[in-house]
């Protein structure tokens, strides 16, 4: 798989994303927005997007970008991996990649009876996104 592939399968899912960012930002986001199946599946598609964003760039996009570069073993771990990057100033921080991580773990999975949890993972989501946005075209711009 060559980067530009990387990049088109990227380039869709933050499409989608920003689609569903875009609906949300128009949502009063309290526990009655989840009455409405309308807004659940825009949140729904955000998550799903998000989590596979996250997914496809610590999978493929890091290593073929650490590839390119001479940089990348198999055996790297992915926090070797975002610690390299980190040092070749792709990404600000590995911590900062952690935390989009520990949103995205706590967006998916399944809180029933916890509105206010969701709604501020949610939030949280919204903005890690725009910085996930911000990494990605910071990486694309170099190739």
């Known amino acids: 798989m060559t980067i530009a592939d990387i990049f088109k399968v990227l380039d869709l899912h933050l499409n989608r994303a920003d689609k569903a960012v ?3 930002s128009r949502i009063q986001l309290d526990k009655h927005a989840f009455d409405d199946f309308e807004v659940v599946k825009t949140i729904d598609t955000f998550i799903y997007r998000f ?3 996250q997914d496809y760039m610590g ?5 073929a970008v650490l590839d390119m570069l001479g ?3 198999p055996s790297m771990s992915f926090k070797d991996i975002i610690n390299k990057l980190e040092r070749l100033e ?4 590995s911590r900062q990649w952690m935390d989009f991580r520990e949103i995205r773990n706590t967006l998916t999975h399944e809180y029933p ?10 939030k949280l989501a919204v903005n890690a996104f725009t910085e996930i946005k911000n990494i990605y075209a910071g990486i694309k711009a170099r190739f």
């Not at 999978?59 to 290593?63: R, S, V, Y």
């Not at 792709?90 to 921080?93: G, K, L, M």
């Not at 009876?113 to 949610?122: A, C, L, Q, S, V």
């Open 90 to 93: 792709f990404i600000q921080s």
């Open 59 to 63: 999978e493929k996009l890091f290593p």
């Open 71 to 73: 940089e990348y073993k």
């Open 22 to 24: 875009e609906e949300i």
């Open 51 to 53: 989590s596979k964003i």
């Open 113 to 122: 009876d916890n509105d206010n949890e969701i709604i501020e993972g949610i």
